[in-house]
């Protein structure tokens, strides 16, 4: 049996819950996911309807263009960043079959080497206010998305 959504399907958002979504969507934003992964994660941690989410960001895109352009540079260097990291650990599990020594974590040798990180900072304070209600954001709950992610290797 399905979960019923926050905001059912045909049913017109209260205020309070277009701003419940928005506040949320900034979370998904802050945590660098895409607009596929916004959509998900609403859907099945908070019941947002789909459409709802979709249509709250297509909206955010609208009013605010400029910020999503430099968004999407910094999804695709995370993108960038996930992919050279899963290829630092391949190599370092093929040196590791092999018998080849690893280079030592403190040595310039693995400098070359060293994982980027993929937490990038976002600011979406400069939204248009209109658009997106900011909330503070503490750090314990954007936790869950990290967990969620280092499930998944």
């Given at each position: 049996m399905e979960t019923p959504t926050l905001i059912p399907q045909g049913e017109e958002p209260t205020a309070d819950e277009v701003q419940l979504?928005?506040?949320l969507i900034e979370r998904c934003l802050q945590l660098y996911m895409n607009k596929a992964?916004?959509?998900t994660a609403l859907?099945?941690?908070a019941r947002v309807d789909t459409n709802l989410t979709s249509k709250l960001w297509m909206?955010?895109?609208k009013k605010n263009p400029s910020f999503f352009d430099a968004y999407k540079v910094g999804l695709r260097i995370k993108e960038?960043?996930?992919a050279y990291n899963?290829?630092?650990?391949?190599q370092r599990d093929a040196?590791?079959?092999?018998?080849?020594?690893?280079?030592d974590p403190?040595?310039?040798?693995f400098a070359a080497l060293k994982p980027f990180s993929t937490q990038l900072p976002a600011d979406v304070s400069h939204l248009s206010t209109d658009t997106l209600i900011l909330s503070p954001v503490a750090a314990s709950s954007l936790r869950w998305r990290e967990q969620a992610g280092a499930g998944q290797k």
């Open positions: 979504v928005h506040s992964e916004v959509v859907h099945s941690q909206e955010l895109e960038q960043a996930t899963f290829l630092i650990n391949q040196m590791a079959a092999t018998g080849t020594r690893f280079p403190d040595t310039k040798e």
